[in-house]
């Protein structure tokens, strides 16, 4: 049980930051904001990454990242240990949020690619994709074991086809999966 709570909260920054791009096109005063990551540039008369891959994702996720790790050691801090702890936190946060939205426009590259057409699905890679590039982002400063990173697969590939599918129900998203 343990290796599941902690591969719940271990990957909790990536998991918010990967949900973030859909609510921030929500947002009013964001949603204009649709400048391309790959900024239009194409490759073979394809988009690198396609438009619905944006600035506003990567700075709003990678900032959600950040908030909810620094929330994270917030809630599990005996003590206060000054700025500076929750400063590492966040930043290591927002370093997981950078990694699932990378990891996201990564697979987005091969699934133009492969030409699947933007915000079709492409199953399961469209699960994965956040998940690898969290964990790779992270690695370098924390290492989970092998069974904490399963779990991470199993917890927030669930997780993922549940939110996506709320997410369509709330009108957050064009298509359940």
Do not use: C
Not at 25 to 41: A, E, Q, R, V
Not at 59 to 71: D, M, P, Q, S, Y
């Amino acid at each position: 049980m343990n290796h599941i709570i902690e591969a719940f909260w271990l990957f909790l920054p990536a998991g918010i930051a990967n949900m973030t791009p859909p609510l921030a096109n929500k947002i009013p005063f964001l949603k204009n904001w649709k400048t391309p990551l790959d900024f239009g540039f194409k490759w073979g008369g394809q988009s690198l990454f396609g438009n619905n891959k944006t600035w506003r994702g990567l700075v709003t996720g990678t900032a959600a990242g950040a908030i909810v790790a620094g929330l994270q050691y917030s809630l599990i801090s005996d003590h206060y240990n000054g700025f500076t702890t929750v400063a590492i936190s966040m930043i290591l946060g927002a370093i997981m949020g950078v990694g699932a939205l990378v990891g996201d426009a990564g697979e987005s590259f091969f699934k133009r690619r492969a030409g699947v057409k933007p915000g079709d699905s492409w199953f399961p890679f469209d699960q994965t994709d956040y998940i690898i590039g969290g964990l790779i982002a992270i690695y370098p400063f924390v290492k989970p074991g092998l069974a904490v990173i399963l779990w991470i697969f199993a917890i927030y590939f669930g997780l993922h086809l549940v939110v996506s599918y709320i997410g369509f129900r709330l009108g957050f998203k064009d298509k359940p999966i």
